[in-house]
């Protein structure tokens, strides 16, 4: 072997061996090590403002837009003084939340922000085991044996009497066998100090590190650690800030955790902790005057805290630190000891925080234009971050069950009758990419349906191309193949849906435009036809109904193909959705809609919601493009399809008591149809009615009857079908 040749070689595996991708990387880090190793020692003690703010969310899948649940907001008082000792006063607190009558509630116990520096292991909440397994931090000594680092990005930092450059390191795991992080570290291009630290966290006993004696412990641990990292996600961005010109201490901290069920593709459940530093004083030298609290106040021990004991209201705390409800009105002082010091916490009763006026401004349900872009940046890069890792540090199965919604296990209306369905996904190796299969079979219906879904679901979009044969809603309005309205049909023989059985192939285009609207764009082509037959439901027939439903609405076969624009924005209080469509096949057709929702609280403790909405077509008549009113979407004194038309209107008003679980409702719905185009004839048909809904909407009863010569009662009891 040539001489020169082996030399290229061996500088080329020791290079590939390397952690880090080039010289400057590694002298960097070189630098940032030690300074991370040596901290700050010139801050001998600080106080700020703290304004923690939770959010809850819910969302569909990795490109949607996040619809707002609820809001809880706290301003504090923090001491920080060396080594590590720590005080924190609640002066505030304020919620709402996008449910009537919830509220949200939060009883701090330990330190739920990092104060100072990362230690050589990474912990959120403070050192309260979250993870159980701590994360290697990428500048602890010896890290380089688990980490791979490169230097990605630089940018200029304007900070009072300095601009700071601070450099990019992008830093990813090299092992599956630890509990690690991945994500970019931002370092003072001058003083290799960390300015900012956004990550997620990978690998192994992240959340589940018991080991038991046995090889059967080790196994279940195992088994559980991986259950719990396919449904939680926890990632972090922490941001410091240049005081006085020398000290970089705590800016802006964000936590979130992505809960999403393993075999449901269609569903996440972020929740945001975003905790805000202002108002900071540095080397004031005012120590900390931590309360006295007995030395027979019960004590708890937990990991990483020492000596933890409470006081709560005027008596000692007996009941355990899990029962928030009773000490959110007492209000606590909790003190322990943990790493490098001790710490109190302060949080005055419930009745005390919710009458600080000092707040600058009302509270949004949803984020701020700048948080939410913050937190859609640090997202994206999240998501593209844990793309970029193999499957064995992620954990993610390249083949699995999966499932857009729960009825696609199971669902039941008038077209099919109980059905059962099957979805499996496949991920071939590329970035977002998936490929989705469904089965089902309905056992009214007696056909076999299917459909095959190339998807690609990146964080700020989604494409997907289906080949299907399966049954179809013809109502964008009321949709009919939902869970709630397969409960309905299954015990009540009601079914507001209409349906068409359709085989072909579809292109469907989604994204978010900025914050408040989504964008969807549809094209498909196919063999449309009817249902084959009526179910019959057997449960209604046992619970002393007669089990018949009505007829689905007609249905001209053909081939037709269709393409779809649709925009959907807002939300709560107000949200709207507006559509247009075009049919073009054995017959040509063209129809749009526009549908409103608006909820306020008026006089006294009424809870009025309004919504409407205004449908019309144009061109040859397709009876599987009609309008339809009646039912519980428009009419609620008619049964669904009870009239139907080219073009139609819809209103409706209801009145309820807000703040209650239990809440009376009154209401009032109106309507017209035109059989063609826009020619409305007659009178409108109107219905009244009155109910009782509890948890806000989720579930109601309801009884309503037209306006009308010997119009008769119709009652109705719907779950989940909010307005």
């Known amino acids: 072997m040539d ?14 061996a390397s952690p880090y991708a080039d010289s400057a990387t590694a002298a960097l880090i070189a630098r940032a090590r030690e300074r991370h190793r040596q901290q700050d ?37 923090l001491q920080w003084q060396a080594p590590n000792d720590l005080k924190v006063v609640t002066i505030g607190e304020r919620a709402r939340t996008a449910f009537r009558g919830a509220d949200m509630n939060a009883s701090w116990t330990h330190p739920w922000f990092v104060p100072r520096f990362l230690g050589d292991s990474i912990r959120l909440l403070s050192d309260e085991g979250f993870p159980e397994r701590a994360a290697v931090h990428p500048l602890a000594a010896g890290a380089d044996a688990y980490y791979r680092y490169a230097i990605v990005d630089s940018l200029q930092l304007t900070v009072p009497g300095r601009t700071v450059r601070a450099i990019g390191v992008r830093v990813t795991p090299l092992r599956a066998d630890a509990s690690l992080i991945a994500g970019v570290l931002w370092l003072d291009a001058q003083t290799a100090e960390t300015v900012r630290l956004s990550f997620v966290f990978i690998g192994k006993r992240l959340w589940v590190d018991s080991i038991g004696p046995t090889h059967g412990d080790t196994a279940r641990a195992d088994r559980d650690d991986a259950l719990v990292e396919r449904i939680l996600r926890v990632s972090a961005d922490l941001e410091y800030g240049l005081y006085q010109g020398r000290f970089w201490l705590p800016f802006r901290q964000a936590v979130t955790l992505d809960v999403q069920l393993p075999w449901f593709k269609n569903l996440i459940l972020p929740v945001h902790f975003i905790t805000t530093f202002s108002d900071v004083r540095v080397n004031e030298q005012q120590p900390i005057v931590f309360a006295d609290i007995p030395a027979d106040t019960t004590r708890h021990p937990r990991r990483g805290v020492r000596d933890m004991r409470r006081r709560c209201g005027e008596r000692t705390a007996t009941d355990s630190l899990a029962d928030t409800l009773s000490d959110s009105k007492r209000g606590c002082i909790t003190q322990g000891s943990w790493t490098g010091g001790r710490f109190e916490i302060d949080v005055p009763p419930d009745s005390v925080l919710r009458s600080y006026a000092g707040w600058p401004d009302s509270l949004r349900l949803d984020l701020t234009p700048d948080d939410a872009a913050r937190l859609a940046d640090l997202r994206q890069d999240v998501l593209n971050t844990v793309e970029r890792l193999p499957d064995s540090l992620t954990g993610r199965p390249r083949l699995a069950l999966a499932f857009e919604r729960f009825t696609d296990i199971w669902r039941d209306n008038r077209a099919e009758g109980v059905s059962l369905g099957a979805g499996y996904e496949w991920r071939p190796g590329p970035a977002f990419l998936s490929v989705l299969a469904r ?39 009321a949709p009919g193949l939902t869970f709630a309205n397969s409960l309905s049909s299954l015990l009540f023989a009601r079914d507001d849906g209409d349906y068409v059985f359709t085989q072909g192939g579809e292109v469907r285009y989604q994204r978010p435009l900025g914050t408040g609207t989504d964008l969807r764009l549809d094209a498909q082509y196919g063999d449309e036809s009817a249902p084959r037959r009526l179910a019959h439901s057997g ?47 054995t017959r040509n057709h063209a129809r749009s809609w526009f549908t409103a929702t608006a909820r306020s609280r008026v006089v006294g403790a009424l809870d009025v919601t309004a919504y409407g909405w205004a449908g019309a077509g144009a061109g040859d008549s397709l009876p599987q493009r009609d309008f339809r009113l009646g039912g519980e979407k428009t009419l609620r004194g008619y049964p669904a399809g009870w009239i139907r038309g080219e073009s139609a209107w819809a209103l409706g008003l209801d009145i309820g008591v807000a703040g209650r679980v239990l809440s009376p409702v009154v209401f009032a719905d109106a309507g017209q149809v035109a059989v063609r185009e826009l020619r409305l004839t007659g009178r409108p048909a109107v219905s009244v009615g009155a109910g009782a809904s509890l948890l806000g909407g989720a579930v109601r009863l309801d009884v309503a009857r037209p306006i009308a010569p010997a119009a008769q009662w119709r009652w109705s009891l719907v779950i989940g079908a909010r307005r």
């Open 41 to 77: 020692a010139a801050v001998h003690d600080y106080r700020a403002t703290l304004v923690s703010r939770l959010d809850a969310q819910l969302g569909r899948g990795g490109f949607a837009r996040l619809v707002p649940l609820g809001v809880l907001e706290q301003k504090s008082q």
């Open 439 to 477: 089965a089902r079979y309905a056992f009214t219906d007696q056909r076999l349906q299917g459909a095959v879904t190339l998807r690609r679901d990146a964080p700020a979009s989604r494409l997907d191309v289906i080949a299907f044969r399966e049954m179809r809603d013809a109502d964008p309005l």
């Open 3 to 16: 001489v020169s040749f082996s030399i290229a070689l061996l500088l080329s595996l020791q290079v590939q």
């Open 539 to 585: 449960v209604n027939d046992l619970l002393g109904g007669s089990g018949r439903f009505q007829p689905n609405g007609p249905v001209l076969p053909g081939k037709y193909g269709v393409g779809t624009v649709e925009l959907a924005g807002g939300g709560r209080p107000f949200g709207w959705r507006w559509g247009v469509e075009g049919t073009a096949g």
